[in-house]
């Protein structure tokens, strides 16, 4: 709230949530578009469903590995007392954050909430990578 951080304090943890969701979507999409061309070029898998919902699958594991431990970077600093004027009191940065927390619980505190993050991600993964051949297929945009 503003009473606590002031204006400052309502873009706690900005930097984080973008480096979050750079790495979400770095895995999704490289993922997805790896394991597909994988299993058409090395399986007798055809460009369907079927190929979707693998490639879906491996892409929606990698965004968790990879956006899990941001998510406990963000989570800290957005959650982190604040000074009068936002400053955090406990982290400078969100590279500070990870050191600490690497430092004082080990390197799998990062991974803190893994199974619901993916658990999250892996429907919601299926579901527009699914939709999104489906679309491609309709307007007729070829695969590769």
Same mark, same amino acid.
């Given at each position: 709230?503003?009473?606590?951080?002031?204006?400052?304090?309502?873009?706690?943890?900005?930097?984080?949530?973008?480096? %979050?969701?750079?790495?979400?979507?770095?895995?999704?999409?490289?993922?997805?578009?790896?394991?597909?061309?994988?299993?058409?070029?090395?399986?007798?898998?055809?460009?369907?469903?079927?190929?979707?919902?693998?490639?879906?699958?491996?892409?929606?594991?990698?965004?968790?590995?990879?956006?899990?431990?941001?998510?406990?970077?963000?989570?800290?600093?957005?959650?982190?007392?604040?000074?009068?004027?936002?400053?955090?009191?406990?982290?400078?940065?969100?590279?500070?954050?990870?050191?600490?927390?690497?430092?004082?619980?080990?390197?799998?505190?990062?991974?803190?909430?893994?199974?619901?993050?993916?658990? %999250?991600?892996?429907?919601?993964?299926?579901?527009?990578?699914?939709?999104?051949?489906?679309? %491609? %297929?309709?307007?007729?945009?070829?695969?590769?």
């Amino acid at each position: 709230p503003i009473s606590r951080g002031g204006i400052r304090g309502l873009w706690a943890g900005w930097v984080p949530n973008v480096q %979050r969701a750079a790495l979400v979507n770095m895995g999704d999409l490289t993922t997805y578009d790896s394991v597909k061309h994988f299993l058409l070029r090395n399986t007798r898998l055809k460009d369907n469903s079927i190929c979707h919902s693998i490639a879906s699958a491996a892409s929606g594991v990698v965004a968790a590995i990879l956006g899990t431990p941001a998510d406990v970077i963000k989570s800290r600093i957005m959650n982190q007392p604040r000074d009068k004027h936002g400053r955090g009191l406990l982290y400078k940065s969100s590279t500070d954050c990870l050191i600490q927390a690497i430092q004082r619980e080990g390197f799998m505190s990062l991974y803190k909430g893994f199974l619901p993050n993916w658990m %999250r991600m892996a429907p919601w993964s299926l579901v527009f990578w699914l939709t999104y051949e489906q679309i %491609r %297929r309709i307007i007729g945009v070829s695969s590769f």
